[in-house]
Every structure is written in C-alpha cells, then in structure tokens.
C-alpha cells in the first residue's frame, strides 16, 4: 500500500478513536474506562509499521498525534470539540498530561524503532504500555483486592501488578513475532517485570513514559538504536 493512502488510514484511525471516545463518553462510560480503551485501543500502531515504504510517513504520522494531543487544552477554552474531548478523557483522578505524556512516547519509539536497526524493541515497548499498562490498570480497579503504594506513586493492587506482567510479556512475544526476533522466556519474563516495576514505582501519570523506557532497554533498545 503507498505510504500517502497509509497516512490517510492512519489518520483516520486516529481521528476515529477520539470520536469513539466522545461518543462512549456521551453514552455515560465513566471517563477512566473511556480512557482505558483509548490507552489499550492504541497498541494497533506498532502493529501496521511494516507495511510502511519509508520510515518517514508514520513518524510523521506518530509527531503529528503528539502535538494534537499536546494542543487539546490550549484550544480547549475556544473550541467545544476540543473541550469536549478533554473531559472525555480527563477528570476523575485522570490527568490530561497522561495522555500527551503517552502520545510523547508513541512518537519517540516510531522514530527510534523505524529510524535504527531493528524496530523490535520499540515496538516491545509500545506494546507493553498499550496492553500491559492499560489492561493492568483496568484489572486492578475492577478486581484488585490487595494494595500497596510505594510512597510518590498511586496505590496499585497486586492482581493489576500480576496482569501488566503477564500482558506485558505477550505484547513482547507479539513483536518479536512481527519482527522476526527469536523468542526467549528469560527476554519475556525480564520485559514482564520490567514493565510492572517500571508501572508501580512511576509518579503519577509518569508510567505512559517510563513503562515502554523500561521494556525498550530490556529489549535491547541501546543495541538497536543507531542507523540501519
């Protein structure tokens, strides 16, 4: 498929997960659901990288939805979609820079992962904060009976803590599948934790950044960095 069609269906994936948003928003879905589903909903772009021509588009791509993102509370006072969006998805011991935060990272490891040698990593990392950090925050609320915080972040359970282990890892597996890395239980289980102390140790918000940071090192990322 051409990059410029890429660009255009991308786009529109993007631009329909915000919409989805408003209008589960608008259906009464509390706002950290809404915001789970957007965080778990956004591993599909690692998952389109090979079909790329040029490495160029999708970072574009991936820069061009940080700086939206970035944008949304600026506008917000002048422009009702843009309010209406933000409460979407804020609000409700959610914050706003969460989500830039998130869209920082997706743009920093598309650069990274399609600019070095091997995309692998990056796309391990991507995938271990869209499933591993959004399905564990979700389990956690909604079945974690077992608490604990450590002193600057935000009280976790341990059944959220178990998840983000376990999905974390498959994420791992999934890109390592995609791009033809050979698989290793001591590289999935080492991402596992990796990704679920990276979650439980970040302050707040914090985890959108280093969650794939965490995951991306262990994955090799220092090796896989420089130009292909």
């Not at 033809?180 to 289980?189: D, H, N, Q």
Request: net charge positive; glycine share 14%.
């Amino acid at each position: 498929m051409h990059d410029g069609l890429l660009v255009l269906v991308w786009s529109l994936v993007f631009a329909g997960g915000l919409g989805a948003c408003l209008w589960l928003d608008g259906r009464g879905l509390p706002r950290t659901y809404v915001r789970d589903l957007l965080h778990v909903g956004a591993g599909v772009w690692p998952l389109g990288w090979g079909a790329w021509q040029s490495p160029w588009p999708p970072v574009l791509v991936a820069v061009t939805g940080f700086a939206l993102l970035l944008a949304v509370p600026l506008v917000a006072p002048r422009l009702e979609a843009a309010r209406a969006l933000e409460r979407a998805v804020s609000g409700d011991g959610e914050a706003w820079s969460g989500l830039v935060l998130y869209g920082l990272s997706a743009a920093a490891f598309t650069a990274i992962g399609l600019l070095g040698r091997s995309p692998f990593p990056a796309a391990a990392a991507l995938l271990a904060l869209a499933l591993g950090d959004g399905l564990g925050g979700l389990v956690g609320r909604l079945w974690g009976k077992h608490r604990y915080r450590v002193p600057w972040a935000k009280t976790k359970s341990v059944e959220g803590t178990l998840v983000v282990v376990v999905v974390a890892a498959l994420g791992t597996a999934m890109a390592a599948l995609l791009f033809g890395v050979p698989l290793s239980v001591r590289l999935l289980i080492s991402a596992g934790l990796a990704a679920a102390a990276a979650e439980a140790v970040a302050p707040r918000a914090t985890d959108n950044v280093l969650v794939p940071l965490a995951v991306w090192l262990v994955a090799g990322g220092l090796e896989s960095g420089g130009a292909p």
